[in-house]
């Protein structure tokens, strides 16, 4: 059983659509993220939360919208949507916030926007 | 050029054979290394730690060399079930330096 847990595991969205998806960690973790991973590219970190606050956003657009009400929940919003968005979303945490240690990953979410 | 980089592969192999892949890393602040095994439509999880003095988990080898910035993994007598995708990761220079490289695809045939 995973201590990331992910939902939903496949979305599939139009591109007017507003869509949400969510993260919850139980390992007792500070620091959570987001990451993107495309077919045949490098994992790419879109945001890092710190004990609830923000302390990356590695240039994404604003149609992705991070939101992270306490240090074991952590949700991306989504909307307006490009068909390049369509990706794995994977959600980590990580007990060391300044990225020394293990990342455990959810299991991801599947976005496909049409 | 990339943080990290890998070769994509894909390494055939059979059954049995001792592979290794390396990984180098740009940034020489880098302070903490990881591979991950990754499977089809699964996310990555960990395989082992690099540490300066290298680590061995049974049949894998994790090395660093730090002089010329690179991580390696040997796999000794592969298994069907060792394929899967090998992601590199370099870290702690600061919070938006997780950087994982492109992976290495490892395929094992009887």
């Known amino acids: 059983e995973t201590g990331v847990t992910q939902t939903p595991r496949h979305l599939v969205m139009g591109m007017t659509n507003k869509k949400s998806l969510k993260c919850e960690q139980h390992?007792?973790?500070?620091?959570m993220y987001w990451y993107k991973q495309s077919a045949k590219k490098p994992l790419e970190l879109m945001f890092v939360?710190?004990?609830?606050?923000?302390?990356e956003n590695n240039s994404v657009p604003s149609r992705f919208s991070p939101e992270c009400p306490n240090s074991s929940h952590l949700f991306l919003h989504l909307h307006t949507l490009q068909p390049e968005d369509s990706a794995l979303y994977l959600c980590?945490?990580?007990?060391?916030?300044?990225?020394?240690?293990?990342?455990?990953f959810g299991e991801g979410s599947r976005l496909t926007v049409l | 050029r990339k943080e990290v980089e890998q070769d994509p592969g894909p390494f055939n192999v059979p059954e049995g054979a001792t592979v290794a892949f390396n990984c180098t890393y740009s940034?020489?602040?880098?302070?903490?290394f990881f591979w991950y095994r990754q499977d089809c439509r699964k996310e990555p999880k960990l395989l082992m730690s690099?540490?300066?003095s290298g680590n061995e988990d049974g049949r894998f080898t994790a090395q660093l060399n730090r002089a010329s910035q690179y991580i390696s993994l040997l796999i000794r007598d592969s298994k069907l079930s060792d394929s899967a995708t090998y992601l590199c990761?370099?870290?702690?220079?600061?919070?938006?330096?997780?950087?994982f490289g492109q992976g290495t695809i490892l395929t094992v045939h009887p």
């Open positions: 980590a945490s990580s007990q060391d916030p300044s990225g020394t240690g293990e990342l455990f």
């Open positions: 940034n020489s602040a880098s302070q903490s």
């Open positions: 939360y710190s004990l609830e606050e923000r302390v």
């Open positions: 690099v540490y300066s």
């Open positions: 990761r370099a870290g702690g220079t600061s919070y938006g330096k997780l950087t």
């Open positions: 390992l007792g973790h500070n620091a």
